[in-house]
Nanobody, 125 residues
Framework: QVQLVESGGGLVQAGGSLRLSCSAS????????MGWFRQAPGKEREFVAA????????RYADSVKGRFTISRDNAKNTVYLQMTSLKPEDTAVYYC??????????????????WGQGTQVTVSS
């Protein structure tokens, strides 16, 4: 059983920055890929970013590439999403997830078992 808890969301003006954190329980954190998703009101959930177990590889949605950075600290069982140059269209509930591989996260998200509760990010114009 794995539990994921997000934090760091809030209200920010367009052009600002936020850093989200996701803390994980479990003894095998360093063996799983981690990812971030978001869901805006009336929209489908969309993939944002993912990182490999070691942190060597990462993948981003085109909409956030160059603005967001995913990282992880395996010693702290935590994954981060650093968001810069935020836009109103980034407003959404952000969720973290755990899966065997990066490919599992961006291509097979409907089969992911472990999700956090979400944290709200609101970007004002």
């Amino acid at each position: 059983q794995v539990q994921l808890v997000e934090s760091g969301g809030g209200l920010v003006q367009a052009g600002g920055s936020l850093r989200l954190s996701c803390s994980a329980s479990g003894r095998t954190f360093s063996s799983v890929a981690m990812g971030w998703f978001r869901q805006a009101p009336g929209k489908e959930r969309e993939f944002v970013a993912a990182i490999s177990p070691s942190g060597v590889s990462a993948r981003y949605a085109d909409s956030v590439k160059g603005r967001f950075t995913i990282s992880r600290d395996n010693a702290k069982n935590t994954v981060y999403l650093q968001m810069t140059s935020l836009k109103p269209e980034d407003t959404a509930v952000y969720y973290c997830a755990a899966a065997p591989t990066i490919t599992f996260l961006y291509a097979l998200s409907q089969r992911i078992e472990y999700w956090g509760q979400g944290t709200q990010v609101t970007v004002s114009s």
